[in-house]
């Protein structure tokens, strides 16, 4: 099992610009998450789903999107970069039995916007 | 919303000896407390997990108890390695939708 992949795993945007981050997970969970960590602050959820097309907001949605189309794919995107979205950006995925299970994460997305 | 305090932000301790990191949460609905690990430029990586109808658990070298009436939590560390060097975040669920975490704790163990 490749667990979860997420691509790409460097980029660098210019202000204005836009893109799409791609998570995978391949352990048939049902919640899927998006955070960004910077420094100093942990890691924050940007955005969440519970199932193959439902999303939902998480702290701090504002400038992205999300969309679940597959189980497996939760996307992230970025309609205009902005200086304030450089961060890492993981994806985790985790399940519900009997209770919340812990995340599984991805190995992250270093982006930088200039 | 849950709030989610961790201390201290960073820690050193000597190769062998014990180490503590504490937490606090704001939300009673919490019934979910994982702890994960993070290595410099890695994932984090859950390494215990406790319920609130549970006060401790062990694995191995490391322990987590939980106090729900004064809503903090901990993880200890014994007989600390080099390896454990390392960044620690608590976190809080209610429902598996959304968890909260901590800031972090650097921990370094100096060998």
């Known amino acids: 099992n490749a667990g979860v992949t997420q691509t790409p795993k460097f980029r660098v945007l210019k202000t204005g610009q836009s893109m799409t981050l791609l998570c995978a997970q391949d352990?048939?969970?049902?919640?899927m998450y998006w955070y960004r960590q910077d420094p100093g602050m942990g890691l924050r959820l940007i955005h969440y789903?519970?199932?193959?097309?439902?999303?939902a907001k998480g702290e701090v949605p504002d400038g992205y999107n999300v969309s679940r189309l597959k189980k497996q794919n939760f996307l992230l995107g970025l309609e205009s970069a902005a200086p304030s979205q450089t961060s890492v950006y993981f994806c985790?995925?985790?399940?519900?039995?009997?209770?919340?299970?812990?995340?599984?994460f991805g190995p992250g997305t270093r982006l930088t916007v200039l | 919303g849950e709030n989610v305090e961790q201390h201290p932000s960073t820690l050193s301790v000597q190769e062998g000896d014990s180490a503590v990191i504490k937490c606090t949460y704001s939300?009673?609905?919490?019934?979910?407390f994982p702890w994960y690990k993070q290595e410099l430029g890695k994932r984090p990586q859950l390494i215990i997990d406790?319920?609130?109808?549970?006060g401790e658990k062990k694995d191995q070298r490391i322990a987590v108890t939980l106090n729900k009436t004064a809503k903090h939590f901990s993880l200890h560390i014994t007989e600390t390695q080099p390896e454990d060097s390392a960044v620690y975040f608590c976190a809080a669920s209610n429902t598996g939708n959304q968890f909260y975490f901590g800031t972090g704790t650097s921990l370094t163990v100096i060998p």
């Open positions: 406790i319920r609130s109808n549970v």
């Open positions: 789903s519970v199932g193959e097309g439902t999303t």
């Open positions: 985790a995925s985790s399940y519900y039995t009997t209770g919340p299970r812990g995340q599984y």
């Open positions: 939300d009673s609905a919490s019934n979910y």
């Open positions: 352990m048939n969970h049902e919640y």
